[in-house]
């Protein structure tokens, strides 16, 4: 359990140190919102049923949860070209605390700059949500943060090297975020894409901080579309499976090793 | 006859068809000075890594301060330590964070590892840089540091892994004192790979080793004595018909 805190307490120590990261993580959403928020709110200017930027900011704050979780977890691909996660093999702990130790620390990552960017944001679009409103949002951004931080350390063991990471954010991050509802309710979409939405951690994140943040739009259809239970059960297995499929990848011979021990010949 | 600390078996290992390791029997004492001895590709880090649990065996066994790397793998690792060819220090913590990130990682509790590092920082003269960036640090201070977090944790068996490479010869010497203090002092057993010819004369033994083969077992002397030669280098010609520094890159 030491070794899991340790490789915890690392990932937020790096993290504060990359002073670019922590600003980038929290001006995204800001940009999101100035931006694609504008031209939207002007496409759906005619329907007065809600802002569309009071819309976003349940989006928003998952789009924050998985940009943390996803590139802290990512960092397991440096890690290992830089030879740190060598220093985790040899030591004697299984590879399972090494996969969450890293899952654990992006969750960590992702709860704290969905929280700071929660208290600037919210305010801004004047939303004020209910006190079971904000602890059902942080049970959202909590397991969202798991499922997704578990996803990252899976896409960390198969991807070879930095360089395919421009291929994670093309076919992962992007679709993941236009397909969760973050930016227009999933309903909207065609039976296939509601297929693929729903096989997305992010979608019932997103659902999650739907309920907890515009609980006062689900007369008018922006609220929640699934059970709570659902969702939080949804990411709860996201979670389990994803560490599974974690550990088991990094502790296959060479999952983690492919490059680290690769023969130099 | 001490204990073995190492023992190996017909250990060997394939990477697909390149066979990295043939069958290596080995028996390394306890508080030994061991040096595995050969060019580039010979099988030196792949035997280190098979005894050090982080790749599997294709054939034969190896126990390692008395358990089996295949499956005490555990056991194995809190026994040993390892300092590989390239450092595994993170670059943008201080030398001390990365220290009590390893402490962690080999669960020393706080109260134990603070002294630790403190003592280790000394004796390896980086007390005054122990709030720096390691990516500040030349490559001597570096490997200082990584041999450091190496032997942190007390092992029983360290395995040293080219220590010298890419070293200059001043940070070199200063190197070997270290690993001279510190088998003086806590009697660790040292395997070290090298193909340094002069690293492998101060080991008591030494293994030749050449194409994943094993083709030569013995102290300094007598495998100077059994060839009939001089030193180290022609020991390694006797053997293959090839120079040393030849083999190189091969």
Partial sequence: MRAVYGIVAREFLRFLRQRGRVLASIGRPFVWLVFAGAGFAAVFAGRNEIDYRVYMAPGLLGMVVMFGSLLSALSTVTDREAGVLRMMLVAPIRRGAVALGKALGATLLGTAQALVVAGLLLPLVQLRPTLAGMLLGLVAVVLSGLALGALGVVLAASIRSIENFAGVMNFVIFPMLFLSGALYPVRHLGPALRAVAYANPLAYGVDLLKHALLSAWAGVGYGGELPVPLDCAALAVFAIAGLALAAWLLGREGGVTHTAFRERR | ?????????????????????????????????????????????????????????????????????AHEGLAVRRSIG??????TLDRDLTVAENLRFAARLWSLPGRVARPRIDALLRQFELLERRDDPVRT????MRRAADIARGILHEPRILFLDEPTAGL???????????????????????????HYVEEAEPCDRVAVLDHGRLVALGTPADLKRGAGVGSLEEVFLAHTGRPLAEAEGG
């Fill in chain 2, 1 to 69: 006859m001490t204990a073995a600390a190492i023992l190996a078996r017909g250990l060997g290992k394939d990477f697909g068809a390149l066979r990295a390791l043939d069958r290596l029997d080995l028996e390394v004492g306890d508080g030994e000075f061991f040096g595995l001895l050969g060019p580039n590709g010979a099988g030196k880090t792949t035997t280190v890594h098979l005894l050090a649990t982080l790749l599997a065996p294709s054939r034969g066994t190896a126990r390692v301060a008395g358990h089996d790397v």
């Fill in chain 2, 82 to 87: 390892l300092v590989f060819q390239d450092t």
């Fill in chain 2, 137 to 140: 640090l030349s490559g001597g």
């Fill in chain 2, 168 to 194: 200059d010869p001043r940070a070199r010497r200063s190197l070997w004192d270290r690993i001279r203090g510190l088998r003086a002092a806590s009697g660790v057993t040292v395997l070290l790979t090298t």
